[in-house]
């Protein structure tokens, strides 16, 4: 009589844990689905802040980011010191929208997309081509955060170098 409530006891045991394990997946499983809508909303910004940056379409850039972001690069200057640079977002869009003789783009890779809720960060490796060569790489960082209209840039820190393959 022992040993048929032990073995109860043991298939009670194994199917409580089961029903536990079911149930923590069922329950993920809205937040997998959310943090990929996220993921996939997230890139599709910034790959329209570069789509906008490469085309000269300001209203396109401007669209992906809060009102005031900061632009930050971090490099070496011209004696070979690393220097932190603050860029003005005013400037930035003056740069993009004026007519160019010179064509440039910026390849990036999406490295590592981190986010929880209304924030996120977004590591992406680049290479920047001036007129079909490679000018200089390095790595994006950047900050989003979620709005009413959706995800917006607020804060991008670069790295440049020389040397790129």
Request: charged share 25%; aromatic share 12%; proline share 3%.
């Amino acid at each position: 009589m022992e040993r048929f409530f032990a073995t109860n006891n043991l298939n009670m045991k194994i199917k409580i844990t089961t029903l536990f394990a079911c149930c923590c997946l069922v329950a993920a499983l809205p937040l997998t689905l959310t943090a990929q809508k996220d993921e996939k909303a997230i890139k599709t910004v910034i790959n329209h802040f570069f789509e906008g940056m490469e085309k000269g379409d300001t209203t396109l850039l401007l669209s992906t980011c809060m009102p005031t972001p900061v632009m930050q690069t971090w490099m070496k200057d011209k004696q070979g010191e690393m220097q932190l640079y603050t860029e003005r977002f005013s400037d930035f869009v003056a740069f993009v929208g004026e007519p160019k003789k010179d064509k440039f783009k910026e390849e990036i890779e999406f490295d590592a997309i981190h986010s929880e809720a209304s924030l996120a960060t977004v590591w992406t490796p680049y290479t920047f081509y001036l007129n079909g060569k490679v000018s200089h790489c390095g790595t994006n960082s950047f900050q989003l955060v979620k709005t009413d209209q959706g995800w917006k840039i607020q804060y991008i820190i670069d790295t440049r170098r020389k040397g790129c393959k």
